[in-house]
């Protein structure tokens, strides 16, 4: 079973930053697609960033990396907006398999 453990959320001033990190198995960091997702409340869940892809509106502020040697991928938040408010999430996708996380809670609030 494919587990994702997410952590580095957390209340925050608009301006401020935040670093998630999701931690994994070797087998899933070296085979499956990963990226982030967010979900805010009311809305539906949608992507934030792959290796390869950023949402616009994070484009320029949020930087995504892996640490192959942890197999851990972090998600660097800077300038954090009120409207990045949301649980962030950790996905993993190989073939059929499309995995999540518990999701880690993000407030950007003065």
């Known amino acids: 079973q494919v587990q994702l453990v997410e952590s580095g959320g957390g209340l925050v001033q608009p301006g401020e930053s935040l670093r998630l990190s999701c931690v994994t198995s070797g087998n899933v960091f070296r085979l499956y697609a990963m990226g982030w997702y967010r979900q805010a409340p009311g809305k539906q869940r949608e992507l934030v960033a792959t290796i390869t892809n950023y949402a616009d509106s994070v484009k320029g502020r949020f930087t995504i990396s892996r640490d192959n040697a942890k197999n851990t991928m972090y998600l660097q938040m800077n300038n954090l907006k009120p409207e990045d408010t949301a649980v962030y999430y950790c996905?993993?996708?190989?073939?059929?398999?499309?995995?999540w996380g518990q999701g880690t809670q993000v407030t950007v609030s003065s």
């Open positions: 996905n993993a996708r190989w073939l059929t398999q499309d995995c």
